[in-house]
Every structure is written in structure tokens, then in C-alpha cells.
């Protein structure tokens, strides 16, 4: 990738020119991510090479708030157990993870946006409070009023109380939940991403502030502060920022750079409204009130090349992706060494076959992988074992005073590799011994005659509750966690400080990801007994915290916890989550799993919290819309400058593709190739499809009766099977549906269509007085008030199968500004034809050719100078000139579709309506006409090869006719012939786009 078009090596080169090498230790870069900073050293140390520099002070946005707070910022295990501690104090009934979870969240963004909580909890006494509310405005106080006796909490239900009263209980008793976390959080120095962030907006004065930058910056000579690519800021972290400006005014400067987005893709040049209509607000926002530079890149101009590998199962998912790589460095050699290629993993579950397959692939057995994302915890050896364990301890039975146990849970643990590294040889041979000796059950006084019986087969083995002390049976379940965890810990870093240099790489790494995994697990199980232990009651009482209650507590836990891994050495395949590339370029990016509802989360999925979204709406807290902003720039500002894009998807009507690909597609018109992997993608062979014509003589004779159930050919249909007759095959004998359409956003087709009723609606109403077209008529539709209101409605009619929509937001809005435009630049490119003649729009033809049926629909048809002018809008690329007529029928040559239709226009109008008629068919290409003087964007079609104009004279227009009547006999011949089966194309360009690609098994 050239280093002028990639942020982070740009801003390092910058710097590194700007800053005298002595200079260097008194800057400190604020960066969004850790990755983005480590990136940027390594492009500095680069640099530096033969001039070495002191090294600057890096820090991410979270960090520089944190050490702002001097607390320490708590893991999520430590939160979730506290809130559970206040949530269940006086209930016999445990939350789930879920709902604290979402409980947090809804703390997390009420801190984060400084929303004062007793407002928004407490003061919601009854609904008359609401209304008077003078504060709010009338859209805050309607979206508030929206949420009253729709939603209620499921924190307590009172049998009785109508659901507003338990909305206003449940909401109210968050309050108190809100104050009794806090202020544990805040004794013991520490708090959650929003409290740490409020505490600094808001709690610490001036005075204090300057004296801790003074401890942290000035004391170590920085002079710089400088905040580099942020992109969505909370209000406390806002204030922040404000506060410090204002305080290092005059001794440290503070600068702010900041990302340009640039995704004009196929010249479609979208304006900074446009923009944010797709990425938010928040790009442009935070600039204007922070203030600062975007950082100049080199202007892109290329767009990136997409393809879609649609696979059918998870499993196929990953494994071709190393046939992907291999591709990708077979073109550029060079792409993982110079960091250009990246894996992003929108779904952690993922990650581990991935890491499975990346491991063992064939093209690089010493390939580096740079993971940066969480891992599932949940699929970690630890954790299986501890499952393990649980499930046995949870199956013993006791008889009198004997306990048993299920010999096949007792199996289950004490065959896992990790038991054996809690115990002896001699300890597993006697064990092996009784198991073989056992049947169905054993019991545990049958383990203690064993001759190696110790305290760790008594701590493994031994049921929780038989243990004579006064603790709960879930907190002494955690201590003998802990102790057996921690034995699990001390033998695999033995066994990592003993690796001698000879270990396999595979199994140090083994070795290591076992030992950080159980370390983490050790740690949460920690935290969990330090809050557990808590809830014990001085006077002896407990909440009931026996061995269930903690075992589901735990496992949830476990199970929604990711490990974050995070690769520090800058090489190798990069693989992360889409999150973690902020501030980074790829020229080869590949997205698994780039399906709706996983990228992008889906858009109905609300923000994780129990505050409904009206009243998300009227605090100020993000709501899931600006949730979907934030993925749309992640993901935009990633691909700004890829060369390739690969997205794998399932390919099962269960998977919808990625709305990211839809918007490409049809946003930003950028075309994609599929391939569907069957078995692997090494091995996928082309296959032959060819079908009998004769199996399908029924349906073929429908084109040429005129029944009900009539079949008809059309310019579409024959350019079909021009490109391909299996193509035409599927399409219009099977009825096969697009397999490319995408119902959640517009299509092209639609696109077209309500570009055409729109311009037939305008000249239906010019025309209504007088057929006779002047500038003033066309002058008054240009309005964007009048053409607003006209293409709104064809648009609802079209998009939504709605007579009117109240608004239309969004991409929509886009697609819907785009047709206006179009619009607005067809009507001044006629007003400067007129005067001119309107006969008709849409005009419909119908006629037998050879005896088939064959129909279509003129866009609009006009006279000037004595001239009939046959007109198609066309909303995609045509081309406007060919070599010949001939070549109009040749597989061989692409985009010859527009003159097919209009010279099949043309013939019609001749041989059906005035056979002495000179006509002029034309294309009104949008795209062009948009960028274009009229002039050269609407010019008559034209044949290379004969140098000359189509229809240049009426002689040349009835020799033209013939000679295309002649192929398109020649064409429906074939179409209908018995003996020519539908085959695939032997150009296998056109199988590029082609829809069917996935189904019919070409390569
Ligand atoms: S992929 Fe190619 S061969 Fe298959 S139907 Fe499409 S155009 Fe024909």
C-alpha cells in the first residue's frame, strides 16, 4: 500500500518530520484503540531507524480518562457479581446475566452521558410529572410519554399493580440499585468505563484536575497532548476534553486529528449530508465542537474490487479462507509481510475454527497471526473441565452417610487432560483401576481405600457439601475452585519455563493459550468469591447462596465472557474484530460472517439496556440507531481504501448477506462476483449443466400462445440468452428469483421504476393542457419542493407498497435525493430540446415475432424535427456505442443490451405503427447526464466498425431494421430450437455478475 494513503503511516511521517528528535518525549498521542497506537509506534520506530527519537507517551482515550480518575477501572466479572449482590439482596430469586448486563449498560450510558440518575429513575412518580415536564421539548416529553404502559421492567411484579405501577416500581428501584453500586465501586476506588469517565466530567474541580495532569504531564516535560482519529465521544468524555483545553491553555498544546472518510466509490460523490446519512452524525459533529485538522491523505480513486464466497455450513467458513490468502498472495506476494491484509471476525464464536484452519494451512506453516478480539472463554480447555466438574459435583447422590457418584460423570473429569495434571501416575493407575472394576456408580469410600488417596483426589473428588464448615455451600464450590485452578496454573507454567527450545511452536503456543486462559478463569472466579463472600450476613445469615445458584451464576458468566487477546508484535495476518481496525488500512480485507444480524447486529436489535428507547431518546442516550451508525463507519472508513473486499456469507435461505454488500451494490453501484463453496474451495471443480430443452417444450410453448398463462420474450429476456442460455434458463423457464435480491434495501430494478414513473407522472401532467413541450412546463417541475413531493410518492408506491410514507430516512433518503437528482438534470437537459412534441411514456409494445409473443415498454417517446425519438432512461452503465449489429448478438461482446432494446423498439415502431417514419433512439444514461453537459451525455447510439450514427436516414434506418430483423429470427430460432439444450455460457465473463453463479456450478 503506498504509505501516502494510510492514516497511521502518514500522521508518524508527519510528525516525524515536524518534530525535532529531541522534542519527541514531550508528546503524548491520545489514540481510539491500543492496536491503532502500536501501529503508529512501529511506523515511527521505521522511521527513526537512523535517527533514533525519544520515545513519545501513547495512550488510548480510556486509559488517558482512567489515569485522569486515579481509580482503577473493575472487569466485568467484579461488576456483574456486585450487581447481582444488589440486585438479589432481600429476594430469593438470581438475576441473569442478561439482566445485569443490560442493567449496567443502562448505567454505563446514563454516566457516560451525564444523565443525572434520579431524574431518570426516581422522578417518574406518575405519569402527571411527565407532562410537566417544562425542561423537555415536545418531541422529548411525546417519546418519553411513548414508553408509559408499553414496557415493564421484569425486576418485580406485583401481583395487582397495573403495569405502569411496575414500570414506575421497576424504574425506581433501579435508582437505589444505581446508588448502592456506585457508592461500593467508588470505597473501593474503582467503576465501570461511565462511572470513571463521570467522575472526571463532573466530580473532580479544576484545581485537582491541574494538579493531576501536572503529576502525570508536566512532571514528565510533555508539551504536546495530541488526540488522534476519534470518532464517537461521549458528553462526559466531551467535557473532558473541553475542560482540559481550557486548563492546558497556554502550557501544554492540545491538538486534535481527526479521519477523513472518503467512500465515493464509482464516482458517486456523496455530500457530508449524504454521508452522515449512512455513517452518523458523529464524524462530522465532534470536529466542529473539539476543533482540530482531518489528516490529508492521497484521494483514492480506485474503487474496491468485491466478491462474495457464499458458504453452507460454519465449518466451510473457515476453511476457505486459507485458499482466500493463498489467492490473495499469489497476486501480491508481499500483502501479509507489509501488514495489508486483515481478517476481521464480526462474531467471536467464529475465531477458534478460524485459528484452527489459519494453523493448519498448507501455504505458510510458519505464518504469524495477529489476533486482536475476544475469544470465548467458554470453549477453553479450563472451562470444559470446570463444566466438568460442576456436572459431577451436581450428579453425587448421597446414601446414609455414603455419597456416589455417577461413574460416567466421575469418567467425564478425571479423563479430561487437564486432571492429569493434578495428579500422580500413581494416583491416575489406581484410578484407571477402580473405573475398570466399577459399574454405574462408585462411591466415595471406595476412592478414599485407594492406596495413593490424597488431598487433591479428596479437593477434585469430595462432594462440596460435605464439608462441616458454616460457609454456603457456593462459596466453599469457589474456594475449592480456586485452590484446584490454581494447582491446573502452577503445573502448566512448569511445564512452559521447562519448554525447552526444541517444543514445538505449535505446542508452546498451546501451552501458553491454555495456561493465559486459565489464569483468567482463575481470576474471574476471584473476583466472584471476593463479591459472593460479601453477601453473608454478620449475624450468620446468609442469602442463600448454595452450590445451584452459583453454578448458574458462573457458568452465564462464563459463557458471555471473551478473553481479550491482543498481539503486540506489528506482523503477520492481521485478525481482528471490526472494532479493533479503527485507524487501519488493508488492501486485502476479508469479513467472515457478513451476514444481517451479525454484521451489522441487526438493526431491530435495541441498545442492551432495560431503558426503553423513548426514554433513551429524550435523556440523550445512544439508542440503537446511532449503534448502527457507529458499525456503518467502522466499516465504511475500513474499506475506504481496500483493493479487495471478501465477504463470506451463508449461502442457506436462513443467512440474509450482509446489508453492507446491498449498499455497495446498489448505493454506490459497485458490482460484485460470487462463488459458492461446496466442499473446498481447492477442490471445486466446474461442473457441466446442460438441460434438455425438449423436458421443457410445454413451458417453451407458452411464448406462443396467447392464454392466460402466456409467456412473452423481452429485450431482457433475449439479451439473457445471449449471454447465456442456462442463464435464460433459470430466469425465464424456472421463474428463478434474483438470488441476489435483497428486500431490505432498494433494488436497481426499483430504482428504475420510480425513476420512470416519476418522469411519467411529470410529462403526464405537462401534457395534460398541451402536447407541445416548452422550457417554461419543464421549468416549473425542477423545483425540489414539487419534485420532492412527486418522487416521495413514487418512491412509498414502489419501495414500500404505501400510497404516502410519512418520512423516508436513511439510505432510503439517499436513494430517494438520488432520484431527484436525475430527475431534476433530465428535465434541464429537455428544456434545452424544447420545443418538442410528448406522445407518450411507458408506452407499451405487445406483437409476434416468428409466433412469439413479445412485449415491452417504452420509456418515453417524443417528436422534434419531424423525428420520432424513442427514448429508455437507464439508471445502470449501458453502453452507447457497438461495433455492429452483428455484434448486438454475440456472447462475446458485453454491454450491447441497450441497443438490442432500442432497436427492437425501433423495429416494432416501424413494422406496427408508420413504416415511413424516421426515428432517433437515444439513451438518457443518469449517471452521465449527471456529470455531463447534455450535450455529451445524450448523443445518438452509434456503430464503431460502419463509423456512423444509427438511423443516420430513413434508407439506412429500414437497412438497419433488416438486418437486425434477420438476427433476432435467427436468435428466436435458436431459443426455441429442441435440439439446443440451455448450456452455460462459454464466456465466462459473463458469469461474473451473473446472479445464478452460485447455483449452477461454474468456477
Ligand atoms: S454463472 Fe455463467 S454459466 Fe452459470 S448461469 Fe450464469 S452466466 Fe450462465
Request: proline share 3%; charged share 25%.
Given at each position: ?6 492514516f ?33 509506534s512501529?511506523?515511527?520506530q ?59 449498560n ?7 452521558f ?31 410519554l ?37 457508592k ?115 484521494k ?202 526444541e ?8 501451552l501458553?493459550?491454555?495456561y ?14 471476593e ?13 442463600p ?24 508484535p ?18 486485502h ?7 444481517n ?7 431491530n ?182 419534485l ?112 438490442l ?97 452460485p ?5
Open positions: 500500500m503506498d504509505k501516502k494513503k494510510d497511521l503511516r502518514t500522521l508518524a511521517e508527519q510528525e516525524f518530520l515536524n518534530t525535532d528528535s529531541i522534542k519527541w518525549g514531550e508528546k503524548c498521542f491520545v489514540f481510539p484503540s491500543h492496536r491503532a497506537s502500536v501501529f503508529f512501529y511506523y515511527l521505521n522511521l527513526a531507524k537512523n535517527n533514533p527519537v525519544f520515545s513519545p507517551k501513547l495512550l488510548t482515550i480510556e486509559n488517558f480518562i482512567l489515569s485522569l480518575s486515579g481509580f482503577t477501572k473493575a472487569e466485568r466479572p467484579y461488576l456483574l457479581a456486585l450487581l447481582l449482590k444488589e440486585t438479589c439482596k432481600d429476594d430469593s430469586e438470581i438475576p441473569s446475566i442478561d439482566f445485569l448486563e443490560r442493567i449496567l443502562d448505567f454505563n450510558d446514563i454516566d457516560n451525564l444523565v443525572d440518575p434520579l431524574e431518570i429513575f426516581q422522578n417518574h412518580t406518575h405519569l402527571q410529572e411527565l407532562e410537566n415536564w417544562d425542561y423537555l421539548s415536545e418531541e422529548q416529553k411525546k417519546t418519553i411513548a414508553y408509559w404502559g408499553k414496557n415493564a421492567l421484569p425486576i418485580k411484579s406485583k401481583k395487582g399493580s397495573s403495569i405502569l405501577e411496575q414500570t414506575l416500581e421497576n424504574i425506581k428501584s433501579l435508582y437505589h440499585i444505581y446508588l448502592n453500586f456506585n461500593t465501586l467508588e470505597e473501593n476506588f474503582t467503576g465501570y468505563t461511565g462511572s470513571i469517565s463521570r467522575r472526571v466530567a463532573e466530580k473532580i474541580d479544576d484545581t485537582k484536575l491541574l494538579a493531576i495532569i501536572e503529576k502525570l504531564f508536566f512532571k514528565q516535560n510533555i508539551t504536546e497532548i495530541i488526540f488522534v482519529g476519534l470518532h464517537q465521544i461521549t458528553k462526559a468524555e466531551e467535557i473532558i476534553l473541553q475542560r482540559i483545553k481550557k486548563l492546558l491553555n497556554g502550557k501544554v498544546a492540545i491538538r486534535f486529528i481527526w479521519e477523513k472518510i472518503d467512500f465515493d466509490f464509482s464516482n458517486l460523490s456523496l455530500d457530508e449530508l449524504d454521508k452522515n446519512k449512512i455513517i452518523g452524525p458523529a464524524y462530522s459533529v465532534n470536529k466542529k465542537k473539539l476543533g482540530g485538522e482531518f489528516l490529508e491523505l492521497d483514492v480513486s480506485v474503487s474496491p474490487s468485491i466478491e462474495i464466497i457464499q458458504t453452507s455450513s460454519d465449518t466451510q467458513r473457515s476453511k476457505c479462507i486459507p485458499t482466500i490468502i493463498n489467492e490473495i498472495l499469489t497476486k501480491d506476494p508481499n500483502a501479509i509481510e507489509a501488514l495489508n491484509c486483515a481478517i476481521i471476525v464480526p462474531k467471536e464464536d467464529s475465531l477458534p475454527p478460524l485459528l484452527e484452519t489459519l494453523r493448519n494451512n498448507t501455504f505458510n506453516k510458519n505464518l504469524d497471526i495477529n489476533l486482536t478480539m475476544g475469544y470465548p472463554l467458554s470453549i477453553s480447555s479450563i472451562s470444559i473441565w470446570v463444566n466438568r466438574f460442576l456436572e459431577y459435583q451436581m450428579a453425587i447422590k448421597s446414601r446414609g452417610n455414603e455419597f456416589l457418584f455417577s461413574l460416567q460423570a466421575f469418567k467425564f473429569l478425571f479423563l479430561h487432560p487437564l486432571s492429569s495434571r493434578l495428579f500422580s501416575d500413581e494416583i491416575q493407575r489406581d484410578i484407571n483401576r477402580l473405573i475398570q472394576n466399577s459399574y454405574y456408580y462408585l462411591s466415595f469410600s471406595e476412592l478414599k481405600e485407594l492406596p495413593s488417596f490424597d488431598t487433591i483426589v479428596k479437593e477434585v473428588f469430595s462432594p462440596i457439601n460435605s464439608t462441616k464448615s458454616n460457609k454456603p455451600d457456593g462459596i466453599a464450590l469457589l474456594e475449592r475452585l480456586l485452590f484446584l485452578l490454581e494447582l491446573i496454573e502452577q503445573d502448566i507454567n512448569k511445564n512452559l519455563s521447562t519448554a525447552s527450545q517444543t514445538e511452536e505449535k505446542e508452546l503456543y498451546f501458553k493459550t491454555e493465559e486462559f486459565t489464569t483468567r478463569y482463575t481470576s474471574i472466579i476471584k473476583q466472584l468469591f463479591v459472593l463472600t460479601g453477601l453473608i450476613n454478620k449475624d450468620g445469615k446468609s442469602f447462596l448454595d452450590l445451584a445458584l452459583v453454578i448458574k451464576f458462573l457458568q452465564q458468566l462464563i459463557n458471555s465472557e471473551n478473553f481479550p487477546f491482543e498481539g503486540e506489528i506482523k503477520g495476518l492481521q485478525v481482528m474484530g471490526l472494532l479493533e481496525s479503527r485507524l487501519m488500512y488493508f488492501d480485507i476479508i469479513i467472515t460472517d457478513a451476514n444480524d451479525i454484521f451489522p447486529k441487526s438493526s436489535n435495541n441498545v442492551a439496556g432495560y431503558l426503553p428507547r423513548s426514554l433513551r431518546i429524550g435523556y440523550g442516550l445512544p439508542t440503537n440507531r446511532d449503534n448502527n451508525f457507529t458499525e456503518s463507519y467502522n466499516f465504511y472508513r475500513l474499506i475506504q481504501r481496500a483493493k479487495k473486499i471478501y465477504f463470506i456469507t451463508g449461502s442457506s435461505q436462513d443467512y440474509e448477506p450482509s446489508h453492507f454488500i446491498a449498499q455497495l451494490r446498489y448505493l454506490f453501484g459497485l458490482k460484485h462476483q460470487t462463488r459458492l463453496v461446496s466442499t473446498d474451495l481447492i477442490s471445486q471443480k466446474n461442473t457441466t449443466i446442460e438441460i434438455p430443452k425438449k423436458d421443457f417444450s410445454k413451458t417453451l410453448d407458452l411464448f406462443k400462445t396467447n392464454f392466460k398463462d402466456k409467456k412473452n420474450l423481452s429485450a431482457t429476456s433475449l439479451s439473457d440468452y445471449i449471454q447465456c442460455p442456462l442463464k435464460f434458463f433459470y430466469k425465464h423457464i424456472q421463474d428463478i428469483k434474483d438470488l441476489d435480491d435483497d428486500e431490505s434495501i432498494l433494488s436497481p430494478a426499483k430504482f428504475g421504476t420510480i425513476l420512470h414513473n416519476t418522469m411519467e407522472e411529470i410529462y403526464e401532467k405537462i401534457s395534460s393542457s398541451s402536447s407541445l413541450i416548452n422550457e417554461k412546463n419543464l421549468l416549473y417541475f425542477q423545483d425540489f419542493h414539487i420532492d413531493s412527486i418522487v416521495s410518492k413514487n418512491y412509498a408506491k414502489v419501495a414500500f407498497n404505501q400510497k404516502r410514507k410519512k418520512s423516508i430516512n436513511g439510505v432510503d433518503e439517499i436513494f430517494k435525493n438520488l432520484i431527484i437528482k436525475y430527475t431534476k438534470k433530465i428535465l434541464e437537459h429537455d428544456a434545452t430540446e424544447t420545443p418538442f412534441e410528448y406522445l407518450a411514456s411507458e408506452e407499451k409494445i405487445d406483437f409476434q415475432f416468428n409466433e412469439i409473443n413479445i412485449t415491452g415498454s417504452i420509456d418515453r417517446v417524443d417528436k422534434k424535427n419531424g423525428i420520432i425519438r424513442i427514448i429508455d432512461y437507464k439508471t445502470g452503465s449501458d453502453k452507447k456505442t457497438c461495433d455492429s449489429i452483428e455484434d448486438i448478438f454475440n456472447p462475446d461482446k458485453n454491454g450491447t443490451k441497450a441497443f432494446q432500442l432497436l427492437l423498439y425501433s423495429y416494432y415502431y416501424q413494422e406496427y405503427k408508420n413504416k415511413e417514419q424516421l426515428l432517433q433512439p437515444l439513451i438518457y444514461s443518469t449517471k452521465e447526464i449527471s456529470v455531463n453537459p447534455p450535450s455529451q451525455a445524450i448523443t445518438p447510439l452509434y456503430f464503431s466498425q460502419e463509423k456512423k450514427e444509427l438511423f443516420e436516414n430513413l434508407e439506412e434506418q429500414k437497412k438497419d431494421l433488416e438486418i437486425y430483423k434477420k438476427h433476432l429470427g435467427n436468435l428466436i430460432t435458436q431459443i426455441f430450437d429442441l435440439e439446443q439444450n440451455f448450456t452455460q455460457t462459454k464466456n465466462k465473463d459473463n458469469c461474473t455478475y451473473c446472479p445464478f453463479n447455483i449452477c456450478g461454474i468456477n
